[in-house]
């Protein structure tokens, strides 16, 4: 009987195994690269592959792949090791010079799953077909592919991911600390992220540091702060918001291919800077304090709230019906240039109208009725505003030191107004505090006239769920007044005069301060207000 010949394994497990170990062992050094981009590439994509899937359609990291904290760490730390300019351009050098032994099967391997995949990385922003001549091979794919699709696998790992509680003898995820995502310290890392974008000009980046600030919050923000990476980020998504605009009003290509390929690279391009606009901006202005927010955009919140107007606008051009940009992304750019308007107080004199969408208008004329603010001090309404979901502030701050406890961070010492045998010492004004915002919400109707919970009144349609105190101002006022709560009220003088004093102890913007946005805005916008193409 005639014996069969063996096959070479095709088992995806099987290569992913083994890719991983030829990756990590070739990134190791991070400063001496002995394989090429392409090649690298390769063997990450087949690494992070899910055997249940074809290899080159990768979605999500396979459990065995979140679970591998080595490799995580290995690769971040390649890719933000503090290196000079030159030292990237020499790494991104090597990375498009191939002298990678072809005649081994497994590299071949490598080599041909990237060849399939690398034009996805770069579709992104089409960095290389936007390039001008001169500097074409400076953001080729050879040179850029790699560094794109690292960045890209990192941010998706770590948003499935994230710090958790371990149990014991339970394997943890990445990251296992906020200190595995910056190795070298924060400063290293923001200043190492803004030198990527530079070499290689995609949101991603950004994406991924926002990602990081998620997680490591406030041992990040004094570095986002000093190297000002909100203000280049912000510059850099108006250019691309000016080169789109000029795409959409250049003339049709005679050509139906050259047309296609065209209207896919502005669109395409268009499209993930909104992406990374909206995850920067839904990560500082959703999630973080105030006092936060103003640290890392004060100077250039004029220029997100423009840049938030212009998008908008542009959103409703008959040119942009193909474009990928949903109607709950818009609304979210909507939210967030009223938020900027209000948070940063650029409605009071003297500051200059600044022509705004008529839908952040109209949601500021919503909110902030005139009725409303003839009724109610703009500081409460503000204080509400600017809550979380159904938490005090106060539990919003425990909430954050308890993750800090759980991250281990060295510094960290409990407060002592919150040791057990101090909850009736009176001399932590913040506890009365606490009782009398307590007292009003239940005197009001219970958290859920606040904050959408399941016994609360329906909200109408046209008012944002997360803001649905403004609908139910009439049941507030109306509560209030059976019990006898008016504004010179005890808790409602406590609370107030709560809040004038925290806001001198903060860092949150009081209307002081006036920032310019892009000088050209006006002149912007009257090219978005009326149809391009």
């Known amino acids: 009987m005639t014996r069969k010949k063996a096959k070479a394994s095709t088992d995806t497990g099987e290569i992913a195994e083994r890719s991983m170990k030829f990756f990590m062992s070739s990134i190791r050094d991070p400063q001496k690269v002995v394989h090429c981009g392409r090649c690298l590439y390769g063997a990450l994509l087949l690494s992070t592959a899910d055997p249940e899937r074809p290899i080159d359609t990768p979605e999500k990291s396979p459990t065995s792949i979140r679970k591998n904290l080595e490799f995580w760490n290995l690769l971040l730390s390649f890719l933000v090791t503090p290196r000079t300019d030159e030292e990237v351009d020499r790494i991104l050098t090597s990375f498009s010079q191939c002298s990678c032994h072809l005649t081994d099967p497994n590299i071949s391997q490598y080599h041909r799953a990237a060849q399939l995949a690398e034009a996805g990385s770069m579709n992104r922003t089409w960095m290389e077909y936007y390039a001008p001549p001169s500097e074409k091979s400076k953001y080729s794919t050879a040179r850029c592919a790699f560094v794109i699709k690292g960045f890209t696998v990192l941010y998706s790992g770590l948003k499935e991911g994230g710090i958790k509680s371990v149990a014991k003898d339970t394997t943890r995820t990445w990251p296992g600390t906020p200190a595995d995502l910056m190795p070298f310290g924060p400063d290293e890392l923001v200043k190492t992220m803004l030198q990527w974008y530079r070499f290689a000009p995609d949101p991603i980046v950004v994406q991924l540091i926002t990602r990081i600030l998620h997680t490591a919050r406030h041992t990040l923000i004094p570095s986002l702060y000093k190297y000002r990476l909100a203000h280049s980020f912000v510059d850099y998504a108006r250019n691309i918001f000016d080169l789109t605009v000029v795409e959409l009003q250049k003339p049709r290509p005679a050509s139906d291919k050259a047309y296609l390929t065209a209207t896919t690279a502005n669109l395409m391009r268009y499209h993930y800077i909104l992406q990374g606009v909206l995850d920067f901006l839904n990560e500082v202005l959703n999630e973080l304090p105030c006092d936060c927010i103003a640290d890392i955009i004060l100077g250039c919140e004029t220029k997100f709230m423009q840049l938030c107007s212009l998008i908008v606008y542009l959103s409703s051009d008959p040119c942009m019906v193909n474009h990928e940009a949903n109607e709950k992304a818009i609304d979210s750019f909507t939210r967030h240039g009223f938020s900027l308007y209000r948070l940063f107080h650029m409605h009071l004199p003297p500051r200059p109208d600044i022509p705004l969408h008529p839908d952040i208008v109209k949601l500021d004329e919503k909110i902030f009725p005139p009725t409303l603010r003839q009724n109610c001090p703009e500081d409460c ?129 009081n209307g002081s301060t006036w920032t310019e946005g892009f000088p050209d805005y006006e002149d912007a916008l009257a090219r978005v207000t009326v149809p391009l193409g």
Not at 407 to 412: A, G, I, K, N, V
Not at 435 to 459: C, E, K, M, Q, Y
Request: glycine content about 4%.
């Open 381 to 509: 309404l503000a204080l509400d505003w600017n809550l979380p979901q159904g938490r005090s502030v106060y539990s919003v701050q425990v909430s954050q030191l308890d993750t800090k406890r759980r991250q281990e961070l060295p510094t960290l010492q409990p407060l002592p107004c919150r040791l057990a045998t101090a909850w009736r010492d009176e001399k932590y004004p913040h506890k009365r505090v606490c009782r009398a915002i307590r007292s009003l919400v239940n005197a009001a109707g219970g958290p859920g006239l606040f904050w959408h919970t399941s016994d609360s009144p329906p909200i109408p349609m046209e008012i944002p769920t997360d803001l649905p105190f403004i609908a139910f101002e009439p049941y507030i006022l109306e509560n209030w007044k059976k019990v006898g709560i008016s504004e010179d009220h005890k808790d409602m003088v406590l609370v107030y005069d709560w809040s004038k004093y925290i806001e001198g102890t903060r860092n949150v913007p």
